[in-house]
């Protein structure tokens, strides 16, 4: 069985085509600029370098095409056609409070994602047209919603609530969501795993850190609290979005410039972070690169990002109580060792004791890594998150009929001998590269 996942934004497309049987993938890709000019492709098959090539893509239905011409090319295929796809399954952002697990997409979830459009209007209309451009392509199999606040639907009332009118939440659903819930799912599984305890008796912080970043307090094995809120703008500072800011500083920028609300709420979406701190960069290693010359802008911003994320850490471990370990992963929590050690030092007095050697050692996506030193009472691991692996395994599990909410269904990373196989290929090569590395793999307890 060949399974397609499919993460549709804003402007892109990724993918991943996944060998169920052999338990492999046998390409991953991405169309960026869709529906803007310039569209193109990067595109990596299994055992082959990886090409990219333009074309324009006018629309989200342009990019799906050029996706599976691609993955059914002679030169850079993959499947002989698209018939051999047994399931497809889709990223969307919102699901709102309607959806505590992943579904199978029909017209009552369609009905619901464009309802909570207002909710998430960055992302769900590209999640939607990415559906049904793909179902126009193949309208023969199972396609599955994955959401990304599902996750947190075990939150209670007295951490997604907001102190607001009661009836803003009854009439509008005015609530904290969350979101990174498929990364948030893989981490804490793999957590509990590598400390060697039951999933459901561990409680672990995560910080999901790239572009978009957001951190969650996981208690019991399920979403407790988390920092972003209605929409993904809440909680840490990240590449465009500002984070957290005083509510009333939009009205007063908008009394001071004459700003509408959609210019401010795209200022704070689009120009805010560290776009908005440094004037030009939201790659951390461009910011990185910057304060390495001295850069006062590039630095102050490394400084506001890593006071942000030690707030939300400390904030969390006193709501938890117990910690069994601080986890971090996403592009900057796997590879940016700078950015970790700004956010990591000085935890000590939380029981938090990281290594500055095996920090900077640990520049992985292939393997799981432990980077905390051994008097530290809280292990410090750095975890790559596998938000397709968990999708290709919902969408399996719907189109066998035995899926059920994470808390009653059992993922095959789960277990003390799973392994990645494309991850482990690449960390044979990892590890030429630096043969350090394999002193700080980390192995379940």
């Not at 370098?49 to 993959?78: M, R, W, Y």
């Not at 060697?196 to 572009?211: A, R, S, Y």
């Not at 208690?219 to 590449?239: A, H, Q, R, W, Y």
């Not at 009333?248 to 410039?257: A, E």
Request: charged content about 25%.
């Amino acid at each position: 069985m060949i399974i397609l996942t499919l993460n549709c934004g804003s402007s892109s497309a990724k993918y991943q085509v996944y060998d169920w049987e052999k338990k492999d993938v046998l390409a991953v890709g991405i169309v960026e600029k869709a529906s803007v000019s310039g569209s193109f492709i990067t595109h990596k098959a299994k055992g082959r370098e990886e090409v990219v090539f333009k074309q324009e893509c006018p629309t989200h239905a342009d990019a799906i095409e050029l996706i599976i011409k691609t993955l059914t090319s002679k030169e850079n295929g993959v499947i002989s056609d698209m018939k051999v796809i047994t399931a497809v399954g889709h990223r969307v952002v919102h699901g709102g409070d309607k959806f505590t697990k992943s579904v199978i997409v029909d017209d009552t979830a369609m009905a619901a994602f464009t309802a909570m459009q207002d909710l998430s209007p960055l992302h769900n209309p590209a999640n939607i047209m990415g559906i049904e451009a793909a179902k126009k392509v193949l309208p023969n199999v199972p396609h599955c919603a994955i959401m990304d606040t599902a996750w947190h639907q075990t939150m209670p009332p007295k951490n997604y609530l907001y102190a607001v009118p009661l009836d803003w939440y009854k009439k509008y659903r005015v609530r904290r969501y969350g979101f990174h819930g498929t990364s948030f799912l893989y981490t804490a599984k793999r957590a509990a795993v590598l400390l060697g305890q039951d999933p459901f008796k561990t409680n672990v912080i995560i910080c999901h850190l790239g572009n978009g970043a957001s951190i969650n307090a996981v208690k019991d094995g399920k979403s407790f609290d988390t920092s972003m809120g209605i929409t993904p703008l809440e909680g840490l500072v990240m590449g465009t979005r500002s984070g957290d800011v005083d509510p009333s500083l939009p009205f007063y920028v908008m009394r001071k410039t004459g700003m509408s609300v959609s210019e401010i709420e795209s200022a704070l979406n689009k120009s805010s972070g560290l776009f908005g701190l440094t004037g030009k960069f939201t790659d951390r290693r461009d910011i990185q690169a910057a304060a390495e010359t001295g850069n006062i802008d590039a630095l102050r911003a490394q400084k506001i990002e890593a006071h942000r994320v030690k707030k939300y850490i400390g904030a969390y471990q006193a709501i938890l109580g117990r910690v069994d370990a601080l986890v971090l992963t996403a592009g900057v929590g796997e590879f940016a060792w700078f950015m970790r050690d700004k956010i990591l030092n000085g935890l000590e007095g939380i029981g938090m004791v990281y290594d500055p050697v095996k920090n900077d050692i640990s520049r992985t996506r292939n393997t799981e890594t432990l980077i905390s030193k051994p008097e530290s009472k809280i292990p410090i691991y750095i975890i790559p998150t596998d938000e397709e692996l968990v999708m290709t395994e919902d969408a399996f599990a719907l189109m066998q009929g035995t899926y059920d909410t994470h808390t009653n269904f059992k993922y095959s990373f789960q277990s003390k001998d799973y392994i990645n196989k494309g991850r482990a290929e690449g960390l044979v090569y990892d590890l030429k590269k630096n043969p350090a590395l394999a002193s700080i793999i980390a192995k379940p307890k």
